[in-house]
């Protein structure tokens, strides 16, 4: 355990119940995101999320007085009470543990976890030694609302609390799950409104900041006697069968101990942290692109499995991820998003179902390296979906996506946003990158080399790309790749701009597309000019439209979101062309673990606690932003540290070095 009694207020812990609901909130206790709560959970896994239980008032009364352990800001610069200045310590693992020390000495240890598989948070107070006269309540803040929105007081929010079987209900709006208090203490009711919260980090987003919560009771207490258990849990349709029988001590137990044994399965925290992003979707499972705002998005989860599923050796929940988005083919294209509301997907993205055939074929070869059985049905539909993206591709789609006369593949109207670099604020893309990007046509031909056994005509038209890629895109005065060709659709234009989309031509996929010579200077000049301690800058500092930090409101964070900010997911391409373009050698390795790796590794403590942040500012110090508990930046660390990365080489499949060597 660590003291926290200075730390930051900005350090988050999340607590996920493997459906798409969590908890998080900072060390401090402070709620500075709307994201924050104690339960927060899907009603359509993993998305329709909805907070019910925000935070609680906490206080402890000895015959020194009252004192409280929680916080909360208010609007004008109002913190109240002042609970954070009596945390003394706080752990993360295997939950999140605070230490509280009072005025009069009375040390109060508070636990917090959230059980795998069910929306059920349990929460417990102790004293830490033997003491007379302590007693302890609790005011749940109450709200019911969609994640993404505010709370505000009104006459429609329902107080009424059902008491049945020790457990107190309540349900604030009909068309939304009951809250289920269960808890060894004494219910009060007392209904209130506590007004105008204020959350600092949506205020700094340019977003609305402040809201009002409703507190139908409280609980209360005699600590002296024993531990303090209290669990919240979410009642619906989908969720008939909470584990909420009887007592609340026995019912915690036998959580705490489950979930204990569970987490210690684990081997390493990484593999814990990564288990947080594996949950259900339907009858089958996907993978959340982060919290506390994300849900699954197709690009994402691709690119996430690799680290999150292959690496950790889940490759059960790997097949099951792969078979659900086959699916979901249309057109040749993979959605990018399941929308939080309504039925339609969108397919925005040129390069979704491009990372899905390259994450069925590092899939299969892990399958093949350790003989494990797959169904030749599944086998079958991962080719058929391969097959199917493929010709979608080569005939022509959505967006203008088309396979080109020259075997590369064109994309992009205007208005529209299909690669990774996103950004669109109102009509403006900030990136639209119309034309030929170099990321999509490494992706596109490292595709068509997976599938040349598919089909004889796949072969061919890789042999021809690859040589039109090599002439094509090659900027020689630089010594590096333009990041579009045929820039705007204007045949012989380009895009010079210096990015890190163009690793992805020496690393990160299954082939090297470039000579040894040219992939040397490739990786040179990125790493000259775009690697920072967090990750890849999205744009060299000297280029034109460079923005230094990700700040500000949705206009400028979002202007900013690819020019220049820094993103740690890239990092796995880049350590791994770097390593190619140095002979892959033990020793090689070792260096780029020390250099590279570790320090984005001890960020890991910095933001959202044993997980890596979205995105980081382009300019020192790198402040992380963003999202901060990100799938793709933590796979792509696991994928680093335990396949590019591993010393022993038989742990990864063999990889072809050069465009066209099997």
């Given at each position: ?415 529209v946003q299909l690669t990774w670099m996103d950004a669109k604020v109102g009509d403006w893309v900030v990136t639209p990158r119309l034309g030929k990007p170099v990321e999509v046509e490494a992706l596109w031909l490292n595709a068509l080399w997976i599938a040349r056994d598919l089909s004889e005509p796949w072969g061919t038209l890789f042999t021809r790309g690859c040589e039109v890629f090599r ?192």
């Amino acid at each position: 355990m660590r003291s926290h009694r200075n730390r930051f207020i900005d350090v988050e812990w999340l607590e996920t119940d493997g459906l798409g609901g969590f908890a998080s909130g900072t060390v401090s206790g402070l709620r500075t995101r709307r994201y924050h709560a104690m339960l927060l959970v899907a009603t359509r896994p993993p998305t329709g999320r909805v907070v019910l239980v925000n935070g609680l008032e906490v206080w402890i009364e000895t015959p020194a007085g009252r004192f409280a352990l929680s916080s909360h800001a208010y609007a004008s610069d109002l913190v109240h009470p002042d609970g954070a200045q009596r945390l003394e310590a706080f752990a993360a693992q295997p939950w999140p543990h605070w230490q509280f020390r009072l005025e009069d000495n009375t040390r109060v240890d508070q636990e917090l976890f959230v059980r795998h598989g069910a929306p059920v948070v349990v929460l417990t107070w102790r004293l830490h030694a033997p003491q007379e006269g302590v007693k302890l309540s609790v005011r749940p803040l109450l709200s019911g609302r969609d994640y993404h929105a505010l709370h505000h007081e009104n006459t429609a929010y329902r107080f009424d609390a059902e008491r049945r079987h020790g457990q107190v209900i309540w349900q604030p709006y009909p068309d939304l799950p009951r809250i289920v208090a269960l808890s060894n203490g004494t219910y009060t009711h007392g209904p209130d409104w506590y007004r105008h919260f204020f959350y600092a980090e949506e205020h700094g987003r340019g977003l609305d900041d402040t809201e009002d919560l409703a507190t139908p009771g409280y609980f209360s207490w005699d600590l002296s006697q024993g531990e303090a258990v209290c669990l919240f849990a979410a009642a619906s349709q989908e969720t008939p069968s909470l584990p909420l029988q009887g007592t609340a001590e026995a019912c915690a137990q036998a959580l705490r101990q489950a979930e204990r044994q569970r987490r210690q399965s684990f081997s390493s925290t990484l593999h814990r942290a990564a288990d947080a992003y594996l949950v259900r979707r339907g009858t089958g499972k996907t993978l959340v692109a982060g919290y506390p705002w994300f849900t699954d998005w197709g690009r994402d989860t691709l690119i996430a499995l690799r680290g999150l599923c292959l690496a950790t050796g889940r490759l059960d929940a790997a097949r099951d991820i792969l078979l659900e988005w086959a699916g979901a083919v249309s057109e040749g294209m993979l959605p990018n998003r399941f929308p939080d509301r309504g039925e339609h997907p969108e397919f925005n993205a040129v390069d979704a179902s491009l990372w899905y055939v390259i994450a069925v074929y590092d899939f299969l070869q892990a399958i093949d390296q350790q003989s494990r059985p797959l169904a030749p049905s599944d086998r079958k539909t991962l080719h058929e979906a391969i097959d199917a993206i493929l010709r979608g591709y080569a005939r022509g789609t959505r967006y203008g996506i088309h396979l080109d006369d020259d075997g590369l593949l064109a994309a992009g109207e205007p208005g529209v946003q299909l690669t990774w670099m996103d950004a669109k604020v109102g009509d403006w893309v900030v990136t639209p990158r119309l034309g030929k990007p170099v990321e999509v046509e490494a992706l596109w031909l490292n595709a068509l080399w997976i599938a040349r056994d598919l089909s004889e005509p796949w072969g061919t038209l890789f042999t021809r790309g690859c040589e039109v890629f090599r002439t094509r895109f090659w900027n020689e005065t630089d010594g590096y790749l333009y990041d579009v060709v045929d820039a705007d659709h204007r045949a012989g234009d380009v895009d010079p701009s210096l990015r890190p989309n163009q690793l992805f031509a020496v690393g990160g996929l299954p082939l090297t597309l470039l000579p040894p010579e040219r992939a040397r200077r490739v990786v040179d000049t990125v790493e000259a000019h775009l690697w920072t301690p967090m990750g890849l800058r999205s744009l060299a500092p000297d280029a034109p439209g460079y923005v230094p930090r990700y700040e500000g409101g949705v206009h400028e964070r979002d202007g900013a979101y690819h020019q220049g900010t820094v993103w740690p997911w890239l990092i796995g391409p880049f350590i791994e062309a770097w390593l190619r373009t140095r002979g892959n050698t033990r020793v090689a390795k070792q260096y780029a673990r020390a250099t590279y790796l570790k320090p984005l590794l001890q960020h890991l403590d910095a933001a959202g606690l044993g997980h890596i942040s979205e995105i980081a500012d382009g300019d020192p110090p790198h402040t992380p932003r963003g999202c901060p508990f990100q799938a793709w930046s933590l796979g792509e660390a696991l994928r680093l540290a335990l396949v590019v990365l591993a010393d022993d080489s038989s742990s990864s499949p063999p990889r072809p070095d050069v465009a066209g060597t099997p």
